[in-house]
């Protein structure tokens, strides 16, 4: 066998006084992590890397799902940067992604609104958090009950002030800050369990001595509290991006798209144009699209993985 | 501690900081707390537009008992279980072994087989869509549980393995290799040796997987769509097409399809947050 690579190993590498046990327990443990790794590897190759390549090749082509497909070449993008609903659905997810933005400084001031010790406070953070727990499609219909023009809690109050009831997802324009508040409202609530947890971890001493130096309000929470709090902030942007990214269950339950896909994101489109349209070329490639604006993402996170790691 | 313990403020903040929590509380919770009135209402009180008086009558039996009897909520549940427990199970059992072998072996992929993890992880769904679908539907397994178990095992594994890797990296190696200078063989130690200690982390992970599979809403419209496969959280937005009038069985419904995961955060609450918050701290 190749003992002289497998030597490199540094826990082979004690072992190697005996050559003839050695070389049978190298080969064990050069093999034994693929046998470790095997069953998990195959299983996510078959359902998420394949995939991930298959549906860039399907783009390339006009199909229905059934009969013969198509090569078109670019002819979908072509089209669906043409086509207004892209545009519409583009346009929402960035304001997704830019209002979800709230969700960090927002958990960050639950958090410290909540850090205290009195009594009951685990039970508060456990109901602040509750919100994460449901599923979305709960979440969706709670506040498609919330922002009912005739007998939500939201008219109920505006109305209570003299206000004019408003039907929020009724209306084109008010229709996604409506899903979206209600998306923020899970995202907040992770966002400040990271928060918290980050708080638990503060270095008591450097806090000691920024007090003793008299720093205080927002200078202490800018200079001495946030730097401590990087981990923290990092994740939760990264998984309030991906969040924003991935709205896809509130737009179904809520509004389906509506109304006249101006609630529309490209995660629901795609699932429309296929499924309903029966156009799974055009739909793999508003999910290619979707994939790529993710990528830069979920690049960033790996290389910032891979350099702490090494 | 930051900010400044509140016991060390004025008296007055003191106990306006007591007032102000249960009263943060009712208004961070008010969307839930409506929904969970109206599902104790009776349907007249819904009808005549009492939604925020006291109730006519207490409808609470009645109607979290209509909804297992005229609707198919029982059904759905028992799904989501069907789906959910062994689709826990297989992805907690591959990413331990796949967290093994990335955690305490040195190979040249390792690094990259990890990326890979994690990348699957983040991957939006869509992308994933219609070669699953085709694929269930090849394997003969669309609109059967099989069809969501498989997938979920997959690609949570991908989570999982993530999970699994960093908490076993910091297991003590000399454990292993004073094992492997005895002569053990790989699988027992895994078997003997890693597995009694990971356990406190498989239960935290499972909890947390058992969440994201059971509140899984997209794969159960894509790849089943019959009421006897169908997951809850499909079921309800069924539910709520054909019930439209009906406020207070949709509300006890989605009472209903959120308290399994409830109780379980409620229980386990320091297993989950760790896993959600894995990595907040450093890094």
């Known amino acids: ?310 | 501690m930051y900010p400044r313990p509140i016991e060390k403020a004025s008296a007055f903040t003191n106990i306006s900081y007591r007032v102000a929590l249960p009263i943060s509380i009712v208004l961070w919770l008010l969307p839930l707390l409506a929904v969970m009135a109206t599902s104790v209402r009776s349907l007249n009180d819904i009808n005549q537009g009492n939604y925020w008086g006291w109730p006519s009558e207490w409808m609470l039996i009645e109607n979290y008992t209509q909804v297992f009897t005229s609707t198919p909520m029982f059904q759905y549940l028992m799904n989501s279980l069907i789906i959910t427990l062994p689709a826990v199970a297989g992805c907690v059992a591959l990413s331990t072994m796949a967290g093994f072998a990335l955690a305490k072996y040195n190979f040249k992929a390792n690094i990259w087989i990890f990326a890979t993890f994690i990348a699957g992880n983040f991957v939006p769904f869509q992308i994933l869509m219609i070669p699953v679908r085709d694929l269930t539907i090849q394997f003969g397994l669309y609109d059967t549980h099989w069809a969501l178990i498989l997938f979920h095992v997959a690609f949570q594994t991908g989570f999982c393995t993530l999970f699994m890797r960093n908490f076993i990296v910091g297991l003590p190696t000399e454990l292993i290799e004073s094992a492997r200078v005895e002569g053990v063989s790989e699988f027992k130690i895994f078997w003997h040796i890693v597995l009694p200690l990971v356990k406190p982390a498989t239960a935290a992970l499972a909890v947390l997987v058992f969440t994201f599979i059971w509140n899984d809403f997209f794969w159960a419209l894509v790849l089943v769509q019959s009421d006897e496969v169908r997951p809850v959280t499909a079921g309800l937005s069924a539910l709520q097409g054909q019930w439209l009038a009906s406020w207070q069985l949709i509300s006890a419904g989605a009472v209903v399809a959120a308290l399994p995961p409830v109780i379980l955060f409620f229980t386990m609450q320091r297993h989950f947050i760790a896993g959600l918050t894995l990595g907040a701290t450093k890094g």
């Not at chain 1, 953070?125 to 939201?154: E, N, R, T």
């Not at chain 1, 008219?155 to 002030?161: E, G, L, P, Q, Y």
């Not at chain 1, 996604?176 to 508040?181: P, S, V």
């Not at chain 1, 109304?259 to 795609?270: D, F, I, Q």
């Open chain 1, 1 to 310: 066998m190749t003992s002289s690579s497998s030597n490199k190993s540094p826990e082979n590498a004690v072992n190697s006084a005996s050559e003839l046990t050695a070389g049978k327990r190298l080969r064990a443990s050069d093999v034994a992590p693929w046998m470790f790794l095997g069953p998990a590897l195959i299983i996510f190759s078959i359902y998420v890397l394949f995939p991930v390549l298959q549906s860039i090749w399907l783009s390339f082509f006009e199909w229905d799902g059934l009969g013969e497909k198509t090569f078109i070449g670019f002819g979908n993008y072509v089209e669906l940067f043409d086509s207004d609903q892209f545009w519409t659905a583009l346009t929402n997810n960035i304001m997704w992604m830019v209002l979800f933005m709230l969700a960090p400084p927002m958990g960050l001031a639950i958090a410290l609104f909540l850090n205290q010790q009195v009594y009951g406070i685990r039970l508060v953070k456990a109901l602040f958090f509750f919100p994460f727990v449901i599923s979305q499609v709960v979440v969706g219909l709670v506040f498609s009950w919330f922002y009912d023009p005739s007998f939500g809690v939201l008219n109920s109050v505006i109305t209570f002030f003299g206000g004019d009831p408003v039907s929020i997802l009724a209306d084109e324009d008010l229709v996604t800050y409506g899903i979206i508040a209600a998306g923020l409202w899970p995202q907040i609530a992770y966002c400040m369990i990271l928060y918290l947890t980050g708080l638990n971890n503060l270095n008591h001493e450097q806090l000691e001595a920024a007090r003793l130096d008299n720093a205080k309000g927002w200078k202490m929470l800018w200079y001495i509290v946030l730097p401590q709090l990087r981990p923290a902030t990092f994740i939760a942007i990264v998984v309030t991006v991906i969040g924003a990214l991935r709205s896809f269950d509130l737009v179904a339950t809520m509004t389906a798209g509506g109304p006249w896909g101006s609630s529309t994101v490209l995660a629901y489109m795609m699932y429309e144009e296929s499924i309903f349209n029966y156009r799974m070329g055009y739909g793999a490639a508003v999910a290619v699209v979707l994939f790529l604006i993710m990528d830069i993402y979920i690049a960033y996170f790996l290389w910032r993985m891979i350099r702490s790691e090494k």
